[in-house]
């Protein structure tokens, strides 16, 4: 009789009961802030079916009391035979504080592992191949798993990095930029995101996702009460106007609606739905602000009023929900109309 899996699954630190949550497994190790979570007892877990998962991971085996002098022997010792070969190594730690002070070491220890792998055939550059977990959450303790290129994320600790732009007039311009990271692969981008394209961005003070637009070609109608500031301010291909996202309807459509408006999920919610049945728009990106208790159950009804109403009229759609390392309380979602 087949054992149920464990799962390794990276989190925001914080939001470990809502990975267990929204997962319905069992929890096996939920340390508060620790940024991560192991569970057991679901046969399979879909990780794009998942909001709060950075990353998901299949357990395999622990390494306790690791030694200072010897780390590399008990580690290549619980590397499972099944698989036989990987595509990657990743070291990894928590995104805590105390997990960033062990980056030094896994940079150095990575090359040892590396070679003792390759020396032994288990380790090619092949990314159909599952890849190869050693996370530690502290010194002395190592977990090893491994991903499934097709059901996890290939980004170092889970976490997409992105750059910032010197000139972009707030650091939210770094959350959209790590959302299309997240929802388009490099072909989706280059045929969704194309110069010339419109786009409206509601709540856009003080500019950051509007900058983002802008800075891949795009023409933004940027509408908020407030100012945009630095660079965004006055730029030919962006259009300010003083209203109310709520209320704001486009003349015609856009290729893109992005929405960063601090509002109770549910309305925001319910607002990009009315533009995807009134054909205002093909894709939205846009983030619903969590309340502090219940955020999973508030994500649901959020998202599960989008897909009963899309449904009804009939409407094909793609719906993606993701907690990126750019967001706090909060989720950033993607919806797309289907062709």
């Known amino acids: ?33 620790s940024g991560y979570v192991v569970l057991q007892g679901k046969p399979k877990l879909a990780y794009k079916q998942l909001t709060f998962a950075r990353q998901l991971l299949t357990l395999h085996g622990e390494v306790s009391d690791l030694p200072e002098r010897d780390r590399l022997s008990p580690l290549l010792a619980a590397i499972p035979t099944t ?48 890849r190869l977990h050693i996370f530690f959450p502290d010194e002395h303790r190592a977990l090893v798993a491994t991903s499934d290129p097709h059901n996890s994320t290939a980004a170092l600790n889970g976490i997409q990095r992105v750059s910032m732009a010197g000139d972009a007039p707030s650091r939210s311009y770094l959350k959209l930029a790590e959302a299309f990271e997240v929802f388009l692969d490099k072909k989706e981008q ?12 509601l709540g856009a003070a003080p500019g950051g996702w509007t900058w983002q637009l802008v800075q891949r070609g795009l023409k933004v109608t940027a509408v908020d009460n407030g100012p945009l500031k630095g660079a965004a301010a006055g730029h030919p291909n962006i259009k300010h106007l003083r209203q109310d996202g709520f209320r704001f309807r486009p003349q015609r459509p856009v290729d893109w609606l992005v929405c960063d408006m601090v509002e109770q999920p549910q309305r925001v919610a319910a607002l990009m739905t009315e533009w995807f049945v009134g054909g205002m728009t093909q894709r939205a990106i846009f983030n619903l602000k969590l309340p502090m208790k219940k955020r999973v159950a508030a994500l649901q009804e959020a998202l599960n009023g989008i897909r009963t109403i899309l449904a009804a009229k009939g409407i094909r ?3 993606e929900a993701r907690q990126l390392y750019h967001d706090r309380d909060e989720v950033t979602v993607y919806l797309a109309r289907k062709r």
Do not use: H
Not at 1 to 30: H, N
């Open 1 to 33: 009789m087949d054992t149920l899996p464990s799962w390794l699954i990276y989190c925001r630190p914080g939001f470990e009961r809502d990975c267990v949550e929204e997962t319905q497994a069992k929890p096996v190790e939920t340390t508060a802030d």
């Open 190 to 201: 280059a045929l969704w995101l194309k110069p010339g394209m419109t786009a409206v961005d």
């Open 317 to 319: 759609y793609r719906l």
């Open 83 to 130: 698989p036989e070969r990987f595509g990657a190594l990743y070291l990894e730690v928590p995104d805590t504080n105390e997990g960033k002070t062990l980056s030094g070491f896994t940079r150095r220890f990575q090359p040892l592992l590396e070679e003792a792998l390759r020396n032994d055939s288990r380790l090619l550059e092949d990314p159909t191949l599952p």
